[in-house]
C-alpha cells in the first residue's frame, strides 16, 4: 500500500489502471488496495470519464485526501 501512496504523492490524480501498471500489480489487486485505503481516509475516489484519441475511457480515479489537484491553466472568474 505504500507504493501506492508514494506514487499517488509523486504523480497526483491517476486511474487505477495507471496506479496497478506503475505498481506492478494487477488491476484487481489494485483496487483492493485502494478499497482499503480509501476506508481508512488516506485516499479520496472518484468516477471518472476521460477521451483518449477519440475513444471513452471510464474508471475510477484516485488521489491523496488533503491535496487537492492543481489548478488548470487560463482565466478564472472573478469572485
Known amino acids: 500500500m505504500n507504493t501506492i501512496l508514494n ?3 509523486l504523480n497526483g490524480e ?3 489502471a495507471e496506479i496497478a501498471k506503475a505498481a506492478g ?3 484487481d489487486a489494485a483496487r483492493k488496495q485502494l478499497l482499503a485505503l480509501s476506508a481508512q481516509g488516506e485516499v479520496m475516489s472518484c468516477y471518472s470519464m476521460k477521451m483518449i484519441d477519440g475513444n471513452k475511457v471510464e474508471g475510477m480515479t484516485y488521489r491523496l485526501s488533503g491535496h487537492p489537484p492543481k489548478a488548470s491553466p487560463g482565466r478564472k ?3
Do not use: M, R, T
Open 25 to 27: 500489480i494487477s488491476l
Open 14 to 16: 491517476k486511474f487505477d
Open 77 to 79: 472568474p472573478k469572485a
Open 7 to 9: 506514487y499517488l504523492k
